[in-house]
């Protein structure tokens, strides 16, 4: 988008929204005169990119519409109506549902998943705390699924039951234990009885 366009489609939301030069100008932070110089002497040529993103949200507009560049696509993960159970309980995966969740696929590369092995899950109960809280949304690589000899959160199903706890491998043996210190010790279990899901690789929490 070119300056003219810029300042057209600026001008449209201003008038939209009732703005004046002398709003603009407060809304991010400049000079009284700022704005209306960029408006009517294109000083400067192009709004700076944090001015633009500024005005994005203040409109509730995409940045795309004022110059910047395209939204990017989110990746499709499913999010399992189904709680891996951080104590006793779970519901069993013949309970589950799917609903969709959107996740940047900037974040899945960082994280080194495919969006076609990720999986996001509730978390219910206290076992894993403090690492992880009843309620939060884990996101589970299922590409992950053979633990080392340094401890990891894993989710794992035990009759029909998700569960996510800590793992470690120890030789062909592997340590499963919760990180609450009021629930049992780490047990040690051979490596072949326990199903892994995926391993635990990111994590959503509401700060209340």
Not at 142 to 161: C, E, I, K, Q, W
Not at 198 to 208: D, E
Request: hydrophobic share 45%; glycine share 8%.
């Amino acid at each position: 988008m070119d300056e003219a366009a810029q300042r057209a489609a600026i001008a449209d939301l201003m008038a939209e929204h009732g703005e004046s030069h002398a709003s603009i100008s407060r809304l991010l932070g400049r000079n009284p005169a700022y704005f209306q110089q960029y408006m009517r002497r294109g000083s400067p040529r192009l709004l700076p990119e944090r001015d633009r993103a500024l005005l994005a949200r203040y409109f509730g507009v995409g940045e795309d519409r004022l110059g910047g560049p395209p939204p990017s696509a989110m990746a499709a993960v499913p999010r399992l109506d189904i709680d891996a159970a951080a104590g006793a309980g779970g519901l069993s995966e013949d309970e589950v549902r799917q609903r969709p969740a959107s996740l940047d696929p900037a974040l899945l590369r960082r994280l080194g998943v495919r969006a076609a092995a990720a999986s996001m899950i509730r978390v219910l109960g206290d076992s894993m705390e403090p690492l992880l809280a009843d309620g939060d949304e884990i996101l589970v690589d299922r590409d992950r699924r053979t633990p080392s000899s340094r401890v990891a959160l894993f989710v794992l199903r035990s009759d029909g039951v998700l569960n996510v706890k800590s793992l470690r491998a120890i030789g062909r043996d592997i340590e499963i234990a919760s990180a609450n210190p009021a629930y049992p010790p780490p047990r040690t279990v051979p490596g072949e009885s326990v199903e892994i899901v995926g391993r635990v690789v990111w994590l959503s929490r509401a700060m209340l």
